[in-house]
Nanobody, 124 residues
Framework: QLQASGGGLVQPGGSLSLSCAAS????????VAWFRQAPGKEREFVAT????????FYADSVKGRFTISRDNADNAVDLRMNSLKPEGTAVYYC???????????????????WGQGTLVTVSS
């Protein structure tokens, strides 16, 4: 069971940090990703991080503004979001899998454990 938290209301240009925690299991060996879904739109990839905590990949739309990190000791994966834009308003989901094919790391179908999502609203 994955639990995403940290969502809220933030002004454009502001920052917010999301956290994904695993209950009842460890993240060890799992690739963990963040996706988001805006109202009326399809779920889109945001960022992902391998179990080694060194290999990451970002969507072009967030590259340079968002940072994904993980602490395997704490069994948590964080997403630091800076310079947020109104188009970043969405429900953010974390997802995990221990059998991600790296070439499909951006595909929601590559992940089989999903959290419930946390709402981020970017508005003045």
């Amino acid at each position: 069971q994955l639990q995403a938290s940290g969502g809220g209301l933030v002004q454009p240009g502001g920052s917010l940090s999301l956290s994904c925690a695993a209950s009842g299991r460890t993240f060890s060996g799992y690739t963990v990703a963040w996706f988001r879904q805006a109202p009326g739109k399809e779920r889109e990839f945001v960022a992902t991080i391998k179990w080694n905590a060194r290999t990451t990949f970002y969507a072009d739309s967030v590259k340079g503004r968002f940072t994904i990190s993980r602490d395997n000791a704490d069994n948590a994966v964080d997403l630091r979001m800076n310079s947020l834009k109104p188009e970043g308003t969405a429900v953010y989901y974390c997802a995990a899998s221990n059998r991600v094919i790296w070439g499909l790391k951006h595909d929601p179908g590559a992940y089989y454990n999903w959290g419930q999502g946390t709402l981020v609203t970017v508005s003045s």
